[in-house]
T-cell receptor
Framework: DAMVIQNPRYQVTQFGKPVTLSCSQT?????MYWYQQKSSQAPKLLFH???????NEADTPDNFQSRRPNTSFCFLDIRSPGLGDAAMYLC??????????????FGPGTRLTVL | AQKVTQAQTEISVVEKEDVTLDCVYE???????LFWYKQPPSGELVFLIR??????QNEISGRYSWNFQKSTSSFNFTITASQVVDSAVYFC?????????????FGSGTKLNVKP
């Protein structure tokens, strides 16, 4: 089945130690998104890639970076995690083109713990 | 500005009861899309439905039904004969069409507890 895969499902890191979360998709969608979701809150968009074009949300901290080496993979790098970065990180994909709105399909998420 | 309001923070029902989750939205766009997602305790956001602003027909899918009313800017979700497996957080979302993607605005979610 076509899907969005996130690894690992659970990640524990230490305060200030860089961490990378990964997302892959078999849907061949051209847009990939990273969301941060804290407990009892709605998902918050951090950034997205439209093909290879990276688009940062204005309020996304510089501590968060992303890479998309090819259509299928996208990585979220947190350079120096703080306690406030503990959250669920959700990857999503969609197939976008001018004049249409596609559904965003989400992966299972990576729950990040910062010690 | 785009905004989605889910006024019900948490709802508890007993199995087999019907339950309606409310969603009210604000937008200046004439063309827009509305979505419902389910987030079970495992964390994955599961897509349930997409509806565009020109299609006000109500939709039914098994025990799920959706009532879209542009006049009141609402897109409510009803679960008939609820089951324990329906327990989850449900998010309503509105899409905004930007230059190269569609940004989703999520409501704050409604946590549904279905008790046996």
């Amino acid at each position: 089945d076509a899907m969005v895969i996130q690894n690992p499902r659970y990640q524990v890191t230490q305060f200030g130690k860089p961490v990378t979360l990964s997302c892959s998709q078999t849907l061949n969608h051209n847009v990939m998104y990273w969301y941060q979701q804290k407990s009892s809150q709605a998902p918050k968009l951090l950034f997205h890639y439209y093909d290879k074009d990276f688009n940062n949300e204005a309020d996304t901290p510089d501590n968060f970076q992303s890479r998309r080496p090819n259509t299928s993979f996208c990585f979220l790098d947190i350079r120096s995690p703080g306690l406030g970065d503990a959250a669920m990180y959700l990857c999503a994909t969609s197939r976008e083109s001018a004049g249409t709105t596609d559904t965003q399909y989400f992966g299972p998420g990576t729950r990040l713990t910062v010690l | 500005a785009q905004k989605v309001t889910q006024a019900q923070t948490e709802i508890s029902v007993v199995e087999k009861e019907d339950v309606t989750l409310d969603c009210v939205y604000e937008t200046r766009d004439t063309t827009y899309y509305l979505f419902w997602y389910k987030q079970p305790p495992s964390g994955e956001l599961v897509f349930l439905i997409r509806r565009n602003s020109f299609d006000e027909q109500n939709e039914i899918s098994g025990r799920y039904s959706w009532n879209f009313q542009k006049s009141t800017s609402s897109f409510n979700f009803t679960i008939t004969a609820s089951q324990v497996v329906d327990s989850a957080v449900y998010f309503c979302a509105l899409s905004e069409s930007l230059y190269n993607f569609n940004k989703f605005y999520f409501g704050s979610g409604t946590k549904l507890n279905v008790k046996p």
